[in-house]
């Protein structure tokens, strides 16, 4: 009992001093600062992940390759985990060989979900992700979030702005050795217009929310990794122990 009237008394004690509403107040600032704390406990276990977008042969993949050096970031070309998924005899194999031929986009289903398997692959061992070439189109924006909202921290965006005659002569170039059933002219120009119809307006949705780092992707890859780099780093991000 005496326990309970010293609670009650130190309770109307505060009222008088303080005042209901300020009691109240404090009430709900305490329940606010321990919901933002467990929502940082949830995020903090969760990799990081940086969309890399911008057109065919804006350098993406030169890009990724050097932020793996110089950051540790993981790389995921979502390209490349489709072309291994057709290679490997999927009874998917065949669809998603008609879309990438076409200049068209994987649906979001088979692209999430090998994405996803790649994460689950390294986990505990990566943090930080590169997801290159997606999301492509709203429709990629909307799976991965139904699947990856509450799995990962979306960073930013890394957004490789190069005009469509530069990325059109590189593609070409890298034709003539790639092997790839896309590198040519026909198929180039249809990506084109995938990625303009498709991929801007899901550049311009991250850009609204403060997410996209625009890199001009004409210059020298040095001065664009150098770019890239600097921003990173001005947003908290550190280079890996293995660059310095």
Not at 91 to 109: A, F, M, T
Not at 116 to 125: L, P, R
């Amino acid at each position: 009992m005496e326990g309970l009237c010293t609670c009650g008394c130190l309770q109307w004690a505060l009222v008088w001093v303080c005042g209901r509403d300020t009691i109240r107040g404090l009430g709900r600032a305490w329940a606010f600062s321990v919901a933002l704390g467990s929502r940082a406990l949830q995020t903090m276990g969760r990799p990081d992940v940086y969309f890399v977008l911008g057109g065919p042969g804006a350098g993406k993949g030169t890009q990724c390759a050097q932020l793996v050096s110089d950051f540790g970031f993981v790389h995921l070309s979502a390209g490349d985990l489709l072309r291994e998924e057709r290679a490997s005899g999927s009874p998917n194999g065949e669809l998603i060989e008609s879309y990438i031929r076409d200049g068209k986009i994987v649906p979001v289903q088979i692209t999430v979900t090998l994405l996803k398997n790649a994460m689950d692959k390294v986990q505990g061992e990566a943090r930080s992700f590169l997801i290159d070439g997606f999301p492509r189109n709203r429709d990629n924006v909307s799976g991965w979030s139904e699947v990856m909202d509450d799995k990962v921290n979306l960073r930013g965006v890394l957004f490789f702005d190069c005009p469509e005659a530069t990325m059109e002569e590189r593609l070409l170039k890298r034709g003539e050795t790639s092997g790839r059933t896309d590198d040519n002219i026909e198929s180039i120009r249809k990506r084109f217009r995938t990625y303009i119809d498709d991929t801007t307006p899901v550049i311009n949705i991250f850009r609204e929310k403060g997410l996209v780092m625009t890199f001009d992707a004409t210059e020298t890859p040095e001065v664009v990794s150098a770019a890239v780099a600097k921003e990173l780093e001005a947003r908290g991000v550190t280079k890996s122990a293995a660059s310095t």
